[in-house]
Every structure is written in structure tokens, then in C-alpha cells.
């Protein structure tokens, strides 16, 4: 295990867990590991543009209740690598990188919770290791190619983002998605220490390119970025079969509203029923995360006494 990360002095006040790193496909993967080595692991998976502070109010619950919380930093975001190329931060590479973590951390009995790209990462990375797999948690995601919403569609700013010039200029020089993402999908709104604990990682220039390559591999037709991934994910989905899903929504979500839901329940129709949270949009972890992990924990707790 490696040295304690550097980091500045006023995040310990919002995100005081250490972060360590590890190799991963050559890369530096950063992530926190808090609990009991020899409990349940709980790996929380982040989207686009966060990192593992977007769970920062799941650690202590987590850990009080017996379970082993690790949440990576996916290879781009937060303190880990961040290439400049593109080439880098395909589905394939981010399941690649998570499935190098599970197996040198020798994680076993695993409950995956995603959310965002952490979906497909963490059922793409499941499907490779299913019998490390205990229980898969899915909070305002999606897991295939045949459903896309109106923000998906959207001239703003969707097409925006694809857009070879107008995209680079919006998400690389303002940093529009870096600085302003989290803050601009939550509903509640951030404190202005938030708000820099999300944006502080994105500061340096070139430091951002992930957030440019995500919204761009979101594969709306065959033969898009992404596509063959996440085509593969949707047609192994039926292996699941026997683990234990959990469902969570927030329905005021424009990224992904509740008609994503409800394709992922004729996809995974054995999963929990939906519990649903309002007052919460895409990043709901920010918006009602202690009565979220709140629900997943009684989730967890059944799970492990099976």
C-alpha cells in the first residue's frame, strides 16, 4: 500500500479520509479504504465530474455499520492519473482499471454501488469477477444502447459537447463541466467549501480531459464511442439473474429522469423496487446522501445475513 496522497489542508475539513494509490494498468489509481479489513467491502463508484468526495457522506455510516468502504478515484478524476488522451478513458478501460483494483485488493463478497458512469463501470467490472459480487446498488444510471432521453438529444448542451471545437472550448477553457457541474445538478445548491472540493482537482490546465471524453462516449447509435461496451453490458445483464439489485432514484434527474429507471427494471426485472427520492437531482448523494445510505444499509445488512 502506498503513502498517504498530498493534499491541501482545508479539504481534511469536508473529506478527511486518506487517500492512497495503486497501479493500475500502469496508471495511478487513487482511493480511500476505511473499516475493518476482513468486513464486507462497500465499493462506491462515481461519474462525470466527480470523485470519491461525492460520497463523502457515506464513509462513517458505512463503516459504523461493519463495512469496509472503498471508493476510487476513476483514472482522470480526482487524485489519480489524468492522460491527455482520449484513447485513455474509454468504458472498456475505466471496467479494465476497476477490475485491476478488485483483484489486487483481493476483494471478495463485494457490494457494488454506482451511480452516473459509475454503473456501467461497476456491473461492466461485476460481470468480469461475478464471483467476488455479493449485491449491486444502482442509483440514477443506465446499462445499454436501445433508450436515450431528451437530454441526451438535446441541442444544449448536449450537441454542444459533441461539437469538435465549441465542446473543447466550453469544457477544456471555461471548464463549464469541471467547475460547474456538480454545483449546476444538485438542488439544494453546494457551500462555497463544496464547491471547491469538487473543482479544486480540475484547476490545473489539461488537468480535465475526462470530463470532455465521458459525454462523449455516451453511445446514442451503433458504431458511437462506447457502443460495442455498453452493448456487451446490456446483453449479459441476464447473468445477474441471482444477485441482489437495489434500485434508487431521484426523478427530478434531467440527465437521467425515471423512464431510465424503468428500463433498467424490464432489464433487471428480479431487482428491489425502486425507492425513489425527491428533493434530490443527478448527484442525489450531494443532495439526501444520509438518508440514502441510510436506505442502502438495511440493503447491505440483508444481504450479508442471506
Wanted: aromatic share 10%; hydrophobic share 40%; proline share 7%.
Amino acid at each position: 500500500m502506498s503513502e498517504a496522497l498530498p493534499r491541501p489542508d482545508w479539504l481534511a475539513e469536508i473529506f478527511p479520509w486518506e487517500q492512497r494509490s495503486i497501479m493500475v494498468n500502469g496508471r495511478r489509481m487513487a482511493y480511500i479504504d476505511e473499516g475493518d479489513r476482513e468486513a464486507t467491502p462497500v465499493l462506491l463508484l462515481h461519474g462525470n465530474p466527480t470523485w470519491a468526495f461525492l460520497y463523502r457522506d457515506f464513509v462513517e455510516p458505512l463503516r459504523e455499520a461493519g463495512y469496509r468502504v472503498i471508493s476510487p478515484d476513476c483514472i482522470g478524476s480526482g487524485y489519480s492519473d489524468k492522460p491527455r488522451l482520449d484513447s485513455a478513458y474509454s468504458l472498456a478501460h475505466h471496467i479494465a482499471d476497476l477490475v485491476s483494483l478488485i483483484d489486487q485488493l483481493d476483494l471478495q463478497g463485494i457490494a457494488v454501488v454506482g451511480q452516473d458512469w459509475g454503473g456501467p463501470q461497476g456491473v461492466g467490472a461485476a460481470l468480469q469477477r461475478l464471483d467476488r459480487v455479493a449485491s449491486i446498488t444502482l442509483m440514477n444510471t443506465w446499462l445499454y444502447t436501445d433508450y436515450k432521453g431528451r437530454f441526451h438529444t438535446s441541442a444544449t448542451p448536449w450537441m454542444t459537447w459533441h461539437a469538435p471545437i465549441i465542446g473543447q472550448f466550453f469544457t477544456k477553457r471555461l471548464k463549464v463541466l469541471s467547475h460547474g457541474g456538480p454545483s449546476a445538478t444538485t438542488q439544494r445548491g453546494m457551500t462555497e467549501l463544496e464547491a471547491r472540493g469538487y473543482h479544486h482537482i480540475y484547476d490545473e490546465r489539461e488537468s480535465d480531459t475526462v470530463t470532455l471524453t465521458w459525454p462523449r462516449s455516451i453511445p446514442l447509435e451503433e458504431g458511437d464511442r462506447g457502443w460495442a461496451d455498453m452493448a456487451m453490458i446490456q446483453g449479459r445483464l441476464g447473468e445477474l439473474a441471482e444477485t441482489p439489485i437495489q434500485l434508487i432514484w431521484a426523478p427530478e434527474d434531467a440527465v437521467f429522469p425515471i423512464e431510465y429507471c424503468e428500463r433498467l427494471q424490464e432489464l433487471l426485472p428480479h431487482a428491489e423496487e425502486p425507492v425513489i427520492f425527491d428533493r434530490a437531482r443527478h448527484f442525489l448523494q450531494d443532495d439526501r446522501g444520509p438518508e440514502i445510505v441510510a436506505t442502502i444499509i438495511p440493503f447491505l445488512d440483508r444481504v450479508r445475513g442471506a
